[in-house]
């Protein structure tokens, strides 16, 4: 299962734009990548999920580059109510790699 | 929008004691986790079900936790007897077919063991 790394914690302000990296340097060839929100006393929640190039949904887009050893979410115009703690995880489809195991995850907390 | 449903929100127990944690998965999935969050961690994996199986229990300290799935729509977790080490937040998340796609999580039991 391929290990993920993101920064403990991120500041902004309200309206710009946010950009959060993890790096899985050994994401197997089947994996996917997968990113989730966290509020305080509340469970995890999904956000986005991809295997290469770009995705893009309602809430952020997701790129990932040719070598999928990294991934970048990015939270476009963010507002107070985007602080919480993202998860950036890697998953598989078979075996022991078709769960999600999470790490310490970042902490955004967004300002006026 | 579909929810899973955990009960009950908040528990409070001494410790020695027995406490057991509910959840309701979205219709219709199959697969069923309860996750360990202590605070300022991520989510622990405890249990997986598929349907009424377990999957994977590899993490769950099976001296004094139990989970079951009897019917493979609702789950309880149970802890006996209930040490101070398991104050934490207890998630409960379904999915149709494994992470594809997503989890759908609840909104958990915060335990606190005095």
């Known amino acids: 299962l391929a290990k993920t790394t993101q920064p403990i914690s991120m500041d902004s302000y309200e309206g710009q734009e946010v950009n959060i990296t993890c790096s899985h340097n050994?994401?197997?060839?089947?994996?996917?990548i997968t990113w989730y929100q966290q509020f305080p006393s509340q469970g995890p929640r999904f956000i986005i999920q991809g295997y290469k190039t770009k995705v893009t949904n309602e809430v952020a887009s997701l790129f990932i580059p040719a070598d999928r050893k990294s991934s970048t979410l990015s939270l476009p115009r963010v507002s107070l109510s985007d602080t919480a703690v993202y998860y950036c995880l890697v998953f598989g489809l078979t075996g022991g790699g078709n769960k999600l195991t999470f790490g310490t995850g970042t902490q955004l907390k967004v300002e006026l | 929008e579909a929810e899973v449903a955990q009960s009950p929100r908040y528990k409070i127990t001494e410790k020695s004691q027995a406490v057991a944690f509910w959840c309701d998965p979205i219709s219709g999935h199959a697969t069923l986790y309860w996750y360990r969050q202590i605070l300022g961690q991520g989510p622990e994996l405890l249990v997986q079900?598929?349907?009424?199986?377990?999957?994977?229990d590899s993490q769950l300290p099976k001296d004094r936790f139990s989970a079951e799935r009897l019917k493979g729509v609702d789950s309880t977790l149970k802890i006996q007897p209930a040490e101070l080490g398991d104050s934490a937040m207890y998630l409960c998340?379904?999915?149709?077919?494994?992470?594809?796609?997503?989890?759908?999580f609840g909104s958990g039991t915060r335990l606190t063991v005095v």
């Open positions: 079900f598929q349907d009424e199986s377990v999957v994977d």
């Open positions: 998340a379904s999915s149709l077919a494994g992470p594809r796609g997503g989890y759908t």
């Open positions: 050994n994401i197997a060839t089947n994996d996917y």
